[in-house]
């Protein structure tokens, strides 16, 4: 079989199960996206983009940071967003994916172990696959589970550096991690806790700032820039020798064109929008409990809702991407999730709460929801 004809099969397979992806346009009211402030749009944020523009800030870096490509936005939005925060120092990446890619499979050694929670990101994984050190999966947010996943290793050996590697909001589930304990945990243990604030930054914490934010002993935090800030690229955040480090040995940085000094400029401005007072936050929070307030009026949950992703788990692949696509054509922009992005029999509409909806159109989109799947089951 040649290489053509065994992708053409793999393709057919995944239409059978209903797991193809393609590519499709936006549509409809917008549920399915990250930008939960609303800021990608934003007149704020057009006003910035006029104003970096006309200042003569380039669209393009022309190279790597280490070469010509580094430029006095990037270091200035890494001075800035260390002090929001609470950092030492901060590196900012061409994006999130990248940015954990270059942080697990650069600052943890051979002989160390990085301990995480089974459903961390598809980009930490993949920096664990690219670096020397052993790793460990514990149960989801089971702290009691990473302690003994941790005392296991200790027994056959491991004497190394421990990092503790979680999400603050979880993507597809939506929850929160227990991150108080963890880091009781990882200052028990010597520990260093790394926190992936993707789905936190700009929605949770003082200003936006994070859950992580304020926690004491070691800490790195990643914060995304392509979600609640509404623009591109990802900020790894904490002590100056981590970060000198990144510069010197991470080859997702090294060998990378650098971001746009034009996002750096476009992050400053976000940061800008949601340090000044907490409106923006608010008003995030505001549409997060009315979700789930009309969540569980409509019969569509009967977990405890945290967030502003509500993932509604219907389990069949067919059925989700049904339900989706009649959604979709009722004017709501919602997708479906699938395996493998999710464990198998776990297919979900993954509902997001984003600042391009009004709390009536909450409301709509839940009665709506309820009444197909009525009608369907």
């Not at 990473?146 to 027994?155: E, N």
């Not at 004497?159 to 200052?187: I, R």
Request: charged share 20%; proline share 3%; aromatic share 4%.
């Amino acid at each position: 079989m040649t290489a053509t004809e065994r992708l053409k099969s793999m393709l057919g397979t995944l239409e059978v199960r209903h797991r193809r992806r393609r590519l499709s346009p936006r549509q409809g009211l917008d549920f399915a996206s990250n930008d939960y402030l609303g800021l990608t749009g934003s007149q704020a944020m057009n006003m910035a983009a006029q104003k970096a523009l006309a200042r003569g800030v380039p669209l393009g870096s022309g190279g790597s940071r280490l070469l010509r490509g580094n430029h006095p936005e990037h270091e200035v939005l890494e001075q800035e967003a260390a002090a929001f925060f609470g950092t030492e120092a901060a590196l900012f990446m061409g994006g999130g994916f990248q940015a954990n890619q270059a942080l697990f499979s650069t600052l943890p050694a051979a002989g160390d172990l990085i301990l995480h929670d089974v459903l961390v990101h598809a980009s930490a994984i993949e920096g664990m696959r690219l670096g020397r050190a052993d790793t460990r999966a514990f149960a989801h947010n089971d702290v009691d589970d990473a302690q003994r996943v941790l005392a296991d290793w200790r027994t056959a050996g491991g004497t190394g550096q421990v990092w503790l590697a979680v999400e603050s909001v979880y993507s597809m589930e939506g929850d929160l991690a227990p991150l108080k304990a963890l880091a009781a945990l990882a200052h028990a243990q010597g520990a260093i806790l790394v926190v992936d604030e993707a789905h936190a930054t700009g929605v949770f914490g003082s200003q936006g700032a994070g859950l992580a934010h304020g926690l004491e002993g070691e800490l790195l935090t990643l914060h995304t820039c392509g979600k609640g800030l509404g623009v591109s690229g990802g900020l790894i955040c904490g002590a100056q020798v981590m970060i000198d480090t990144l510069i010197n040995r991470a080859r997702p940085f090294i060998f990378a064109t650098a971001p746009s000094p034009f996002d750096a400029a476009m992050v400053r401005a976000a940061l800008e929008q949601i340090s000044n007072g907490q409106g923006l936050v608010d008003a995030a929070q505001a549409r997060m409990q009315h979700a789930h307030a009309e969540a569980r009026r409509c019969g569509l949950t009967t977990t405890e809702l945290s967030s502003q992703i509500i993932p509604v788990i219907l389990g069949d692949d067919a059925r989700t991407m049904a339900m989706a696509t009649a959604l979709q054509g009722q004017g709501f922009d919602v997708r479906g999730i699938r395996p493998p992005t999710v464990p198998r029999n776990t297919s979900r509409l993954r509902i997001s709460i984003t600042g391009n909806v009004k709390l009536s159109d909450i409301t709509e989109l839940f009665e709506l929801l309820a009444t197909q799947l009525a009608e369907a089951a």
